[in-house]
Each structure stands twice: as structure tokens, then as C-alpha cells.
């Protein structure tokens, strides 16, 4: 691949916030103060129009953008850009009194007063023509000005509306889906099961606590409605600004694991991925577990495109809705912010860069406190990071090489989590994904994050925790991919219902799979929270817990067995050479030491590629991007001690000071190190 523009045509890495100057506008000295630091901060871009639907349209029709205007000229007057928001996010009050549909209505079928944000039904024709109307203005006002940078189109979409018109979109969408065919319809949800046949498709209402939760197939049905529904306003807000600003790209800013929407589809309607990150750093000892966590999170953000991605909101301080707000210590901001660009980011973007005066975010952290200086610790850390980004042009475009690939799939969660079954409320499939997910971080391996939709072929390893749900085609994929010469690791409960959530029959894994991995499923044991079982594996005892599959190995070779209870010395872990490729299934949930021993294994097997060859300290971890033979290796600290890493002879240089670096290196409690490979 040649060196790509960047993803927003910009060739610096951004830096920079969410800015309400619509919140300061009786004051312009701050505003004047504003673009000073903004300045001393090292910040080139800043967010802007998020929320100010009211201040751009206080009536209905008459629309006022003198204060855009005022800061689109000032931010250029100033070398900043400006990634300029559509307010759908929060609409105004005269809407929500004069057009009630535009409230949203709950699960109960109440419908909801004006207030709060995303407080809106995205069926509602009323909403969708004004959205459309503002950001169509917002695009012909600035479709020239030198300062327009990207579109953000609303914020943080999510939730669900159940009015009536959401109601009826709902039964036209399963009317398509099923082709007009109830009897298909019940025959896929299974409704014979309590007597729940419908005979009429406006008998389907959608999930409610006082009505239907316990059809799997329509809770499933109704999230990705919500998704597609959600899809279809994205696309509505989206038309007015591709037609009038076509190489303008557009974002909008997701949410790590969110439930409500199936982020794998909605990365297709925009052109760059952002997302929002407020980890728990300092929760655990050495910020291990949050450092996994998001890291995770980028990789996920990364793959949707395999492009760079935005880090478009994070705190350079502390958030003010979590249930302890913890300070980030010392280094970790500049850790944290360069752990984003270290898994792709283009971008570290904060919530917000001036701390509001009011209402419910006056505490969240901010670039610029209440004091109203640049003499504070957090100004510092932001400015000193900001000095660091300006050192790396180079990197912005570049690519993050990955060999292995871990499955993440919302159906496959939606299905997992309303299933009853297993521990009733806890099917602990995130933890899945991050025991899956560790060893690779500890070996300084880039991993991405995909759904079981995306292409496999460019990958040597794929990894599916609790693949339960097997979507059509899913099975030939796998298949293929093996064969072909890939390596799979599936694990408990995989390929046990299709797209419907109706359980396959013949036996699980589903069809074909039964041959790839050389296994049956016959049964799943889930054990009391305090209890436990052990396997061995290669003359070593690990620990078994929450889930133990019982299976057995057909043509699969046993690497691993239970020690105890009934199915003792049943096959845990087990290998199938199918093709030219192999099939590990492991068939037990373990407290993450098997993992890491097992692809530490796997890894070195499979000569997948590492950042750094050497092995790490604990809480140390090195990533890597690159381009046109330029290998930029990020190495960071997540523990507040020192750690020593040994970079044996290869010569790297700093790239924040230009000086050569091999051998033994220090780094610094929460320290971090941006080598570029000679
Ligand atoms: C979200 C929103 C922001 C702000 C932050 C606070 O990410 O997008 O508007 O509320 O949370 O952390
Ligand atoms: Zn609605």
C-alpha cells in the first residue's frame, strides 16, 4: 500500500477538543484567551457546533450563525481547523413543544418531556427534515471556508425510541426481512413455544418489560432494526453534506463496546471512525487491566476500516460520570493520548477544552480549568504532549500491520447476553475477549478486532471466543480459511445457534464445523462462582472456572484434559489439522494464565510478528505502525515504577529528541518511547 493522504487530508497528527465557544460569547476576552492557548497547547483543530442547535436556530427558520461565523474566522485566523458538528445531538425546546413525535418514547411507552440529550425518535419525519434542513445550511454557509476540516455528525448516537411510527418502521422492516411472510415470521422466532403465533404483523410490538422479552429472535430482530434505523438517519443527515461538500470526509464519534448499535455496520456510512475513551486508569495496580481494555477498543475502531482512526473524545484530566473520579497521575496523559496514536490513531482529541461555567459538566475535566491559565498541571501535560505530536508527521497515514485477529461480533453478543442459559445474567463474553486478547498485548503483538463478517484472508491466526452464534456463511469461511492454510481458536459454546438464534440441530459445533475442529459439544457445565476445576495442558495445571464444555474429540488431537469431577479426563483443549491449516478448540473458560501460555505458544509457532522481539517486563508493551518501509514502534509503561527493556542491537532513533537508542532503555513510570527503526 503507498503512503495514503491522511484520513482528514491533514498531514500532521490533530490535537485538540471539544470547544463550546456558544457558551462564552458574552465574554470575548475568553474566547481571545482561548485561541492564545490553544496555541501554547499545540492544538490544530478543535470540535465545534456539537450541541448549539438552539444558539444556530432559536426559532423555528430563523437561523443565526453569527457565532460560527465569528469562530470559523477565528480559529482560521489562528492555523486551526475545524471538525464542525451537525447539532442532532440535543434539539432545541421550541421543537420538542411544537413537534412532540420528535420525544422520545421508552420501553414503557411513555413518551419522554423535553430535555436531556439524544432525546429523540429517529423515525420521526419532523426531525429528520430538520436535521437535514440545518445541516444543509450548516454546509452551503461553510462549504469555502478555509477552517472546515471534517463533519461530525451529531454526537454519541444510541438508544431506542418505541412510539408509534418506530413501531411501524419496525413491522415494515421484519416485513421485508421475512418477505411478507408471517408464517416464516413465527417459524424463525419460534413462537409456537408459549403460544405467542402472531396472526397479524400488527400484533408485533417491540420489546417491552410489560409485554414480549422472552422471544430471542425478536429481541434480536428489534437491535438490529435499531441499528438500521439509526443507519437511516445517519444516511438522511449525511446526504445535504456529501452533495454540497463531496470531499469533505465525515466522522461520527462511537463508544467503545456499545450495546445499542452494531458499530461493524454503522462505520460503513462514514468515511473515518472516531471514538470516545474514558478508561478507569489507576484502578488497578500498574494500570494493566485498563491499558488491555482500551487498547482493545482501539484495535476494534482501527479494523472497522483498516485505516487510521480518531481518538476524538478523551480526558486530559479526570471525567466527571464515573462513580469515582480518579485524577489521571502524573505521565499518564501523555502515556494514555500515545497509546491511541500507537494503535492508529491520527488524532488525540479531548473532552473538552474549556471546563463549562454550568449544569451537568462544569467538573468534567478540560484543558482549560475555571482558573482560566495555562499555569496549572494538566495545561502543562496537554502542551507537552502537544510538542510530541508536532514531532510526528511522519507517522499520520501510516498503517498497523496485523498478522492475528480476534472476532468480536455484536449479533453474536446480542444473542450471548438474552440467552438463558450458562451463568443467567453474566455469559462473561468481554471477558473472553480481553482473556484472548492479553497474551498478544504482552508479547507486543498487533492484533485487529473484527466481526465474524469481515474478510479473513489476510490474516495468519483468527481467534472466535464463544463464537455462539454462526451467521450464514460463517461456517464455509471458517472452513475456508482453515483449509486454506489459516489458523482458527474457537472455544466453548461456538456454533450452537444461526442468525435467528435458533439452536442448530445435529449437534454443535454447527455442520461443518464438527470437521474442521475434529469435535462434538455434548454438554456445557457452569460452575459456582467459588468453584473450580484445573486442566492439564503440556505437564502444566491451570485453572478451570465459570464454564467447562464437555466434548468430545473425533479426529482432533488432545492437548489438554480435566483433572476432575465427572468428566475427568474428557479433552479441554484439543487440535485439528484439517487442510493445510489447523483448529485449536478450547473448551474451558480459564482465569487467564492457560491464554497466555497458550498463545505465547501459538505465537512463536506461527512467527507472527512482533513490535519489539524482546521479552517485556510486566505492564510493558510495544505497538507498531508503519509505511514505505518507515517502522515507527511505540513502547509504553503502565506501571508508576521505572521498568528496563532491552532493545538488543537494533538501532532506533527517538523520535522526540532525534537521539540514537539501542540496547538497555529506561522508561519511566507511566514513561512511554516513540522509536523510529533505522
Ligand atoms: C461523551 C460526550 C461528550 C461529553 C463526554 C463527557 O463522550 O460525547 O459530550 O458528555 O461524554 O465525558
Ligand atoms: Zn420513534
Redesign the pocket.
Known sequence: MGKCTTITNYPHILHGA?YNPDQWMEHPEIIEEDMRMMKLAGCNVMSIG?FAWATLEPEEGRYDFSFLDFIMDKLNENGIKAILATPSGARPAWMAKKYPEVLRVNEMRQRNLFGARHNHCYTSPVYQQKTAEINRRLAERYKNHPALLMWHIS??YGGECHCPLCQAAFREWLKEKYHNDLDELNYQWWTKFWSHTYTDWEQIESPSPIGEMKLHGLTLDWKRFVTYQTGKFIENEIAPLREITPDVPVTT?FMRFFDGLDYFKLCKLIDVVSW?S?PEWHRSEGCVEAAQTTAIMHDMHRSMKGQPFMLM?S?PSL?N?HEINKLKRPGMHILSSIQAVAHGSDTVQY?QWRKSRGSS?KF?GAVVDHCGHENTRVFREVAQLGEILGKLDEVAGTFTPAEAAIIFDWENWWALDSAECLELHNKRYIEAIHRHYAPFWEMSVNVDVIDSETNFSKYKLIIAPMLYMAKPGVEEKIERFVAGGGTFVSTYFSGVVNENDLCYLGGTPCGKLKEVFGIWAEEIDTLYPEENNSVTFNGKEYTAEHFCELIHANEAETLGKYDSDFYKGMSAVTKNTYGKGAAYYIAFCDDGAFTKDFYSRLIKDLKIGRALEADLPYGVTAHVREENGQRFVFVGNYNDEPAELELGDTKYFDVTNGNEIFGMVQLDGYGVKILKAE
Open positions: 471539544d456539537i454526537n454519541e464519534n470516545d474514558y473524545e480526558t471525567p460520570w473532552f459538566e468534567h
